[in-house]
Each structure stands twice: as C-alpha cells, then as structure tokens.
C-alpha cells in the first residue's frame, strides 16, 4: 500500500522521524533562555524573591535610535533594578501570527508571568486572542485600545501623553521656521500618530497661527528610502523643520541635516545624528512606568482583580516622556517661551485639545465649550487632522 | 531657503530618485544578468545586498574609508556567490531552493554581525556636484550624484560588449545557452559558472554598499526591504539585456519617489496605490510585451535546467 504513491515504507519512516526530530529541536531551540523552575500554579502570589519571569516583544532591532529602543532600555532598566525579574526578550517579530508564538513559547517554554508586546498591531488580534487562552498571564500593551466590559480583564493598557512634547516641540519648530512650513513623516493613520501630528502642528499655531504642517505618510513604520525621499520632496517644498513618527527616525534626521534644514526629534535624543539642524525632540521614558509595574507584580496585585489598572497613562508630569535638551540653532527667546508652557504642563494646568479646534475640512472636531484633558478617552480615537495640517488621512 | 517648488517637486523627485534609488537596483540586476546568462539563477541576492549593506557600513565606520566598505562589500558579496555556485551545482541540486536558503543565510549573517553598527554614524561616500552654484538648492540637492551611479551606468555597455565581442563572453553565452556545445568547446562549465556567480555576487555586493554609504545611508535591518528579489525580476523584465537593465533599475528607482513626492505636492489620496506603482507598472509592461505565439527572447537556453 505504501508503495501506492511511489514511495516506500522505509522513506515514510525516515520522513517521519526527520520531522519529528526537527520539531523537537526547533521547540526547544525557541526557549531562548534557561526556563524558570518554580512555575508553580499559583501565578504571581508568590514570596519576597521569587523569581518573576517578564517577557518584552520588541518589532524591530533594539538599538534603532527609535520606538523600539526606548523600550528596550526601560526594560533594561527594571531589570536592573530588581534582581528578582527575570527578562525574556525577542527582537524583530513582525506583527503577524509570528507574535502570537513567540508569545506562547515565553509563557510555555519560559514561564513568563507577565508579557509586554510593545508593537501597536500586536494587539488586535493577536494579544486579545491569547489573553482569552492564558487567562493567569498578565499582557501590558503600550497603547492598546483597552474597553470596559469587552476586553480580558488580564490585559493592560499603558501610554504616554507624548504628544505633550510634541506640543513643545511644535512650539520650538514654529518659532524657529522661516519659511512657516513645517513637515511631519509619519508611518500610518492611525490615533496616536495623528495626536502627535495635531499636537504638534497646534504648539506651533499657538505662537505663529499662520503656520502649515506638510504630513505625508510612508504606509509603514520602517520604510528607510521612502522616509528619505519624503524628507527630500518636504525640503524642496521650501519645508525647513521636519519631525517623524516612524519606528526609526535615523534616516529622517540625517537626510534633513544634508538637506540643511532643521530637525525635531522623536523616540530618543537623535542630537547626535544632525548636530547644526537638531531643535529638540519628544522622547519616551519607559523605566518609571516598567519599574513601578514589575513592583506592584511582585507585591501580589493582579490585572484581573482590579489591584493594577487597566489604564495607565502619563504625560510629561508623570515622568513617561520628556522633551530633549534644546539644540543650538533654538534662540534663547524661544527657549523661554517652550519653557513657560512646560511649567504649565508640569503643575498640570495646561490643556491642548480645548476649543474651538477645526479640522483641516472646516468641521468642528473640539466644541467651543469643549476642554478635552489628556485622559480622555475620546482623543484616543482621534481620526481627524486639525487646521494648519496639509494632508489626508484617506488611504 | 528656497520658496516652495510646487508641482516641479514632482519631475525633480522622480529624476533624483532615478538617480538615487536606481543605484543598488542597477548593480543586482547587473549582477543578476550576469549569472543568468551563465544559465543559473542567484534569488540569494536579497541576502547578498543585506550582506553588503552591513559590510560596506560596518567597513567603512571601523576603518574611516567609504571606499574601503565598497570593496569589502564587494568581497563579501563574492564569498557568498562562491557558497551559492559551489552548492547550486551540485548532483541533483535545485539552484532556486538554493537561492531561497541564501536569501535566509545572507540576511541572517547580515542582522547577526550588523547589530553594533545599527546606531554609529559611519563616514559617507562622497557624491559629485554637477550643478552649479546659481541654482536653487533642491535642484543642486536633486543632482548630488554618486560615483556608484556612474560606474553602473558606465558597467552596462561594457557588460554588453564583454557578451557580444569578447571570448569570454562567447564562453558565458555558450555555458548558458547549450552547455553541451560548450563542452564540446573544452571550455568547464562549473569554472564559467562559478566565476559569473561569484561576479554577479560581487557586484550585487557594491549594490548594497550603495544602500548603506550612499542613499538612503544607514544601516538598518529593513534597509532592502525588498529590493533584491525585485532586482531579479527585473533582469526578466530587461531580457537579460545589459542596456535593459539600466533603463528598468532606473524605471523603479524614480517610481519609488513617486509616492511621497506626491504627497508632499498635496495629492492626498491613494498613497498606497502610488507606493505600489512599480509593481502594478511590472505587471502592465510584462502583460503588454507577452505573446502567445513564442517563448521570452533572450532566456538563455539552460537556464534553471538541471545538468
């Protein structure tokens, strides 16, 4: 019978054992680390050093001047702190069901009590599906869409108001613009990146309201020669301040300093990649928020029974971003100004989405009585560009 | 600063990008042309480009001389075009699944030793100024021309008249079109093949140099994103013509500037359709230059035959 398909017995066997064998070796070969012992049944109850296994997925390489980065050195950071943590991690996993393995192989092979799958498309399907399947695991999500009622109560959601900085940024880049055109390289349309894009461009309208942001987005978050011909094609628009939100915004930054126009940073401190164009920059700071998490793990609090909240958010008071030191090419009249609306965020007085703001089509999107304070949910679902942005969010 | 170009952005985008995306294209497919027409395929120049990329950018930030990662990129290319024309063939060996477990071999190779070079800054090749000063900065921007461009251009005629008029290139053809005459001929058919591998290698090597010193000039992991596999398509898209190849490579070099240019003009809708331009163009050109009635012209006759 075997001899049916024209292939013999002896070769189905040999097949079988090649792919069991490869199985086996590509399963274990995954566990990247030593899998803690201790994984008892009752998760995350336990003593004062018990070991305590956290898992990071990061999109792209750890050390990419950007997103990434950032929160690798947050991780680190925890992990340095509390010599009880033990850190998985995995780098470059595409937001795929790639995710979803590299995930179950920390919980499985790892023991990993808590996960942070920091990439935004990580989280729908792939954390909401898991989180249903590993009901005893923690998932922390930077920037996940967490619903009252609907999502897994073992999910989180955690984000900085970083379009706070942003804010400042835009106050920077419109002062120190001579054109009053400013370009902003942006991946995809989605909330968070048209928050900083918004908030950016009204920092900037605050102090000179005849100024324009130029957005043009790439259509993904690494996409190193389209984020250069952008750069390009806003310079030779006459644009002279760019900003991104890309996963890397190295190639933004260096090609704005060929071009010889000003930069503003974003993710991390990138004054080193344009010294003469770098203004300043909005820039994350994970460690507060990683450390302060692992802590309240350790101590017994759980997702699920509401001892750690579902929503974490900070902005610039909170210690979750910061604005990068002033460049050289910023006038110290200007400093004062970014200055003095960073005080007012700092004592928590400050409230950008306020009224009257348009959009860019004319349409009210922020009533005149309106003061929409960071925490509201309804600017996590921003689908709008405010007026002064020239661009669309139509795909 | 310069007012606004306006509309002009758009042409001025697109030549520069001809010239600027057009680079690393133009190598691989020369490459690529080069080791086809010895009548085996190299899908590892993906993994070659990458390879190149990180030895040219890593070369270059250790040692101070763009010109000294150029080369290295180059040997590097050549050391994976000698695995790859060692293993493809061999008794019974399929040189495409090879290329496919070269493609995963180059890139691997490249993200594991090009970690620590992700985040220095390596010194830049030096571009030539062919615009005068009296023009308006995005022009002269538009024409900073690299020296890689110009020797691709200037490898296209000469690869073709290496095809046409010189012996060895008489040897290549043969190999490629009926390995049996050129047997008949005494000339070795895994040396022939050997070498035009390791030379499409070398040069798709330089092609990555281009990406890494040169535009957009980093090195990043998704540097290629691509760019490899479709310079392999392109040498079918050229009919394994030299000179083809140079008018494709700079077809899709301009194409990718296309997209954001655009944008940035104020056309705000279909910006994933612009991103999408060089394919939908393949598919159009192949669609209207196919024929029922004959084979492609110019497919060198052994080419992906087993033997």
Redesign the interface.
């Known amino acids: 019978m075997s001899q049916l398909f024209g292939v013999s017995r002896r070769q189905i066997i040999r097949g079988l054992l090649a792919t069991g064998a490869f199985g086996l070796t590509a399963k274990l070969g995954t566990g990247c680390t030593a899998s803690s012992t201790g994984s008892s049944a009752e998760s995350g109850s336990g003593g004062k050093d018990e070991p305590m296994t956290i898992g990071f997925i990061y999109v ?2 750890k ?3 950007g997103y990434n980065q950032a929160h690798a050195e947050g991780a680190a950071a925890m992990a340095k702190k509390f010599s009880w943590v033990k850190l998985v991690e995995e780098a ?1 996993v595409p937001e795929t069901t790639a995710v979803a393995e590299s995930m179950r192989s920390m919980i499985d092979i790892d023991g990993a009590k808590a996960l942070f799958p920091t990439s935004f498309g990580y989280y729908d399907p792939h954390i909401l599906e898991l989180a249903v399947d590993y009901p005893d695991v923690q998932f922390f999500h930077a920037g996940g869409l967490y619903k009252e009622g609907s999502t897994p109560k073992n999910i989180g959601s955690y984000y900085g108001y970083i379009d706070e900085a942003q804010y400042i940024a835009g106050i920077v880049a419109g002062l120190t613009s ?2 009053g ?1 400013l ?1 902003f390289v942006a991946a995809k349309p989605i909330p968070q990146v048209l928050r900083n894009v918004n908030s950016f461009t009204l920092g900037a309208r605050s102090v000179k309201p005849s100024v324009t942001t ?6 993904n978050w ?9 750069t ?9 301040v760019v900003t991104c939100h890309v996963d ?1 915004p ?2 933004v930054m ?2 704005a300093e ?4 000003f930069s503003s940073g974003y993710h991390a401190n990138q004054l ?2 344009a010294p003469k164009g770098y203004l300043t920059g909005a820039e994350w700071d994970w460690s507060n928020i990683y450390s302060q998490l692992a802590e309240e793990m350790h101590s017994g609090k759980k997702l699920m029974d509401g001892g750690i909240s579902h929503i974490l958010r900070g902005g610039l008071k909170e210690g979750f971003c910061k604005v990068s030191d002033y460049g050289v090419a910023v006038s110290s009249d200007t400093k004062q100004k970014a200055d003095a609306v960073k005080a007012q965020f700092m004592d928590g007085s400050m409230v950008i989405y306020k009224g009257e703001i348009k959009d860019n089509k004319g349409n009210v999107v922020v009533a005149a009585s309106e003061s929409l304070k960071q925490q509201d949910p309804k600017l996590e679902q921003m689908n709008y560009l405010v007026e002064g942005v ?3 969010i ?2 | 600063m310069a007012e606004g170009l306006g509309w002009w952005g758009v042409p001025l985008a697109i030549v520069a990008g001809t010239m600027r995306g057009g680079t690393p294209f133009l190598f691989v497919s020369l490459g690529e042309c080069l080791t086809e027409k010895s009548g085996k395929i190299n899908l590892g120049l993906e993994g070659t480009l990458l390879t190149g990329a990180m030895t040219a950018y890593g070369t270059s930030y250790l040692t101070g001389s763009p010109w000294l990662g150029i080369l290295a990129a180059g040997l590097a290319g050549l050391v994976l075009g000698s695995i790859h024309g060692w293993l493809s063939q061999q008794y019974r060996v399929n040189d495409v699944a090879v290329g496919i477990a070269m493609i995963i071999f180059g890139s691997g190779i490249a993200f594991f030793f090009g970690k620590p070079f992700i985040q220095p800054s390596a010194p830049q090749l030096p571009t030539l100024n062919l615009a005068g000063s009296a023009v308006s900065p995005a022009v002269e921007a538009a024409l900073q021309i690299s020296p890689l461009f110009l020797l691709g251009i200037a490898l296209a005629p000469l690869m073709t008249w290496f095809f046409k008029s010189t012996r060895w290139g008489l040897y290549v053809r043969a190999v490629g079109d009926s390995p049996d005459a050129a047997r008949a001929m005494g000339v070795s058919i895994f040396k022939v093949r050997m070498l035009s591998i390791m030379a499409g290698s070398f040069l798709a090597g330089i092609g990555g140099a281009a990406l890494s010193l040169y535009y957009p000039g980093v090195w990043t992991e998704r540097i290629s994103s691509g760019q490899g596999l479709m310079a392999v398509a392109l040498v079918i898209f050229a009919r394994w013509n030299p000179i083809m190849c140079l008018w494709a490579s700079l077809l899709f070099g301009g194409a990718q500037a296309l997209g954001p240019a655009l944008q940035s003009v104020g056309i705000k809708q279909g910006y994933y359709l612009f991103n999408a331009a060089p394919y939908v163009l393949t598919l159009l050109i192949m669609i209207l230059t196919c024929s029922p009635k004959r084979t492609l012209a110019g497919v060198p006759g052994a080419l992906g035959i087993d033997n």
């Open positions: 792209g390489p050390d990419d001047y470059n001579k054109t055109k370009g130029q957005v043009v987005f790439t259509g690494a996409e190193p020669i389209k984020e250069a011909e952008a390009n094609s806003m310079a030779d628009q006459g644009i002279d890397s190295k190639v260096e090609t060929k071009r010889g126009i080193a990649l020239v661009g669309s139509g795909s």
